[in-house]
């Protein structure tokens, strides 16, 4: 084994005690500074230095007195929520978003931008004057900029290699508005920051949780082991480009049949258009009514989206699955058609366990995940649940903090 | 006093493999037994597996220091349980205590296709690949997959069920229970068992006996018979070998989009075959190259390969796994472990 721990400088440990230190008020706030003690591992010289240091930037203050176990009360500390304010982008297909957020991801403000053409050069205007409306809005120290679009994105410089609906290809995204804004920018795809959301802001922390986003398209967001997992070129849950009807219609990427063929919105609207319904609300809205041909469309897109939600568990046993998308909003009958194909076409063993609901609205979710890489990045917040925080383990020194030995 | 070498097994439906390798990391001896003829939870075989290659490498039990053995199943690797291997009927199998119980030595158990992947990082034949699937192509079909150089074992430790996944919803029963598995076209069993019956089919429609000389030459016909009849040019042995190869490659695309691996890399007994196993499968992987950009760009030529037939995936993660049990210094969570110590712990705790 490589034997790290004795180049660890000061500057180092420092940092990764203050990210430990911060991570845990975070978590299991109000804390004491003995209880951080005990939970980190550092000594209370430490804890006492690092939380003096998180008081003065605002990111901690001090909520009043715990109860007394003998001695003095201990001093209670608290994550200050507000402390920063960060701006959350989700670049749709018909609609850009962006919001205020504040670092437990409550929504201080929104503003939503329709977008109707296929220009690249005026999606990225529409970007650009939408952080400035919202910064302008701002009343905290911005922490930076997340972004969530969707396409094939690198994460690690923030450049879409290739966003078909905006028009962009190879943009550096991040550098344009980072050099335009002077704030730090990450950018990723959308269907993977809504894992992110669901997965940090969620409720509970499954280690293993897939994000399915149908809309347009259809891609997956995958956490496997409580990290956010990309895959080698960024493509992991390019699941929409599956072939599932080799004969079937032709598909975006250029082959036939794929998934996204039969089982996205826009599969769905389009075998709805010869019925007279070419708008998402109109065919929720007939649905609801009881229209027996939408509902047999939507049920059997439902179906071939069961197939692909049981590879999925099949592949990587993982036990929780949220749809996300506008799909979502065909709600109830949709989902079961899902659900029973999930159930009937996965080894029992492995659907047994798997739970598949409908995620929250597909725009909070993009805008909150791309916070949250936002707030893994910058405060080193260890959002993902693992010691070692690495989202992608792209960025160098980050993945390493694990290997930093902990001075006490 | 324990010795060296250490070996590595590899049980699978029909045959349990053996290799026993130095400190060097020199191979030493191998050894094949065939599984059949055992006794209900019997490990005769992977013992005489395990003593046969010792005896080739010039050694004995003495010699040994400890064993990792790799199952096609679900396990404990903690208890070094076999939970369920359906293929071989083991049920709550105390497999490693059977083991250590017979050489005296430590022994670790853990799911075959997972051993082999994460024993695949690393070795050059990868060429620093940190994500990728060995893919077992035998009795039975699954991957071992290994992301951003983790072991990716799943909530319940069954991730890589790509035998089960619905190739084809009105094809074959499969013994999973459910209809049209890839398995039911492409594994060992189901390619002997639907040559077998397009052989039959073309008998009983006047089709004389020796237009198919390599698969009427002698009960019964394996996957190995098919296949090499396949490369003779044998027209149902091939359109059998096409149809498992155009099943497998739709299952590896899916496997690509789905984790965008580096590398995918066949083994098991009916990859063994080699070229004619592999062909259908790169032209089929061709076909969807050239339809889509995407494809071409997330499943590049090569990135699809089968294993050389002595690699031994699986048997070298035993040896992998064996070696870290003799291994005196325990992991230091707060010193932290290289790439490879996670992989080897995710692999057997």
Avoid at chain 1, 243 to 272: H, K, M, N, W, Y
Avoid at chain 1, 373 to 379: D, G, P, S, V
Wanted: with cysteine.
């Amino acid at each position: 084994m490589i034997e790290r721990s004795g180049k660890a400088t000061h500057q180092e440990t420092r940092a990764h005690n203050s990210r430990l230190v911060l991570g845990t008020i975070y978590d299991r706030g109000p804390i004491s500074r003995a209880a951080l003690a005990r939970s980190t591992g550092l000594t209370r010289t430490t804890v006492s230095d690092v939380v003096s240091d998180l008081i003065r930037d605002g990111l901690t203050r001090e909520v009043g007195r715990g109860p007394s176990t003998g001695g003095k009360a201990p001093i209670l500390l608290a994550f200050a929520d507000d402390a920063r304010h960060l701006v959350g982008l989700d670049l749709g297909e018909s609609v850009f978003r962006g919001a205020i957020v504040d670092l437990r991801g409550e929504i201080c403000s929104a503003i939503e931008v329709a977008v109707d053409d296929r220009d690249g050069n005026q999606a990225l205007e529409r970007v650009f004057s939408l952080v400035d409306q919202l910064l302008a809005r701002a009343d905290r120290p911005i922490l930076g900029i997340g972004i969530g679009t969707a396409g094939l994105i690198d994460t690690t410089i923030g450049t879409v290699l290739e966003a078909v609906n905006l028009d962009w290809h190879g943009l550096p995204l991040g550098a344009l508005l980072q050099a335009r804004t002077g704030l730090p920018v990450y950018v990723t795809n959308d269907s993977r920051a809504t894992a992110l959301a669901e997965h940090v802001f969620g409720g509970q922390r499954a280690s293993n949780l897939v994000v399915v986003k149908v809309g347009e398209g259809i891609g997956a967001g995958l956490i496997l082991g409580g990290r956010l997992f990309q895959g080698d070129g960024f493509g992991a849950g390019e699941i929409g480009h599956t072939t599932v009807r080799p004969d079937g219609d032709a598909c975006r990427c250029g082959r036939l049949g794929c998934l996204e063929t039969v089982a996205s919105t826009r599969a769905i609207l389009g075998q709805l258009a010869s019925h007279g319904i070419s708008r998402l609300p109109d065919a929720v809205a007939a649905l609801e009514a009881g229209d027996p041909l939408v509902r047999d469309v939507v049920v059997a897109a439902g179906r071939q989206l069961g197939l692909a939600v049981a590879w999925l568990i099949g592949v990587l046993n993982v036990e929780r699955i949220v749809l996300v998308g506008s799909a979502a909003e065909f709600g109830e009958p949709w989902l079961s058609a899902v659900r029973e194909t999930m159930w009937a076409s996965a080894l029992g063993l492995l659907a047994d366990g798997t739970t598949l609901e409908i995620g929250r609205p597909h725009a909070d979710g993009v805008v909150l995940g791309a916070t949250a890489l936002l707030m893994t990045r910058e405060l080193g917040l260890n959002l993902t649940g693992l010691p070692d925080a690495g989202l992608e383990g792209a960025v160098a020194g980050e993945s390493e903090s694990d290997d930093l030995e902990i001075s006490a | 006093m324990t010795g060296s070498l250490v070996a590595g097994v590899d049980i699978g439906g029909t045959k349990a493999a053996a290799l026993v390798v130095d400190e060097a990391g020199e191979t030493r001896g191998r050894a094949v037994e065939p599984m059949a003829g055992r006794s209900a939870t019997g490990i005769e075989p992977i013992v005489a597996a395990v003593r046969a290659a010792l005896e080739a490498a010039g050694a004995g039990d003495g010699d040994l220091g400890a064993i990792g053995v790799g199952v096609p199943g679900r396990i404990d690797s903690v208890a070094g349980t076999v939970s369920l291997a359906t293929n071989l009927g083991w049920h709550e199998l105390p497999l490693a205590r059977l083991i250590r119980n017979e050489f005296g030595v430590p022994c670790g158990v853990a799911n075959d296709v997972g051993l082999a992947a994460s024993g695949l990082i690393g070795h050059e034949i990868v060429r620093g690949a940190r994500s990728l699937a060995y893919v077992a192509v035998g009795t039975g079909i699954g991957a071992g997959l290994v992301l951003d150089g983790r072991l990716h074992q799943g909530d319940r430790g069954l991730a890589g069920e790509i035998g089960h996944a619905i190739a084809d919803p009105d094809g074959a029963v499969c013994r999973c229970g459910q209809r049209g598995c890839v398995e039911t076209v492409a594994s060992g069993p189901f390619i002997a068992r639907r040559a077998a019956a397009a052989l039959a089919a073309a008998l009983a429609t006047g089709t004389p006996p020796d237009a198919h000389p390599l698969l009427t030459s002698g009960p019964p016909i394996t996957a190995k018979t098919v296949y090499e009849a396949a490369a003779a040019g044998d027209t149902i042995a091939l359109a059998i070998a096409h149809e498992a190869g155009r099943t497998l490659a739709h299952a590896i695309e899916a496997l690509m989009l789905t984790c965008d691996l580096e590398l995918v890399l066949l083994g098991g007994g009916v990859a063994g075959a080699g070229p004619p196993f592999l062909e259908p499968i790169t032209a089929e992987l061709d076909r969807a190259r050239s339809a889509s950009a995407l494809v071409a760009l997330m499943i590049p030529p090569g990135s699809v390969r089968v294993l050389p037939e002595q690699f031994d995936a699986v048997a070298r993660g035993g040896v992998a796994l064996a070696r870290r049990l003799i291994r005196t210094d325990p992991p230091n969570p707060l010193h932290g472990d290289t790439e490879e110590e996670v992989v080897a712990r995710a692999s057997w705790t």
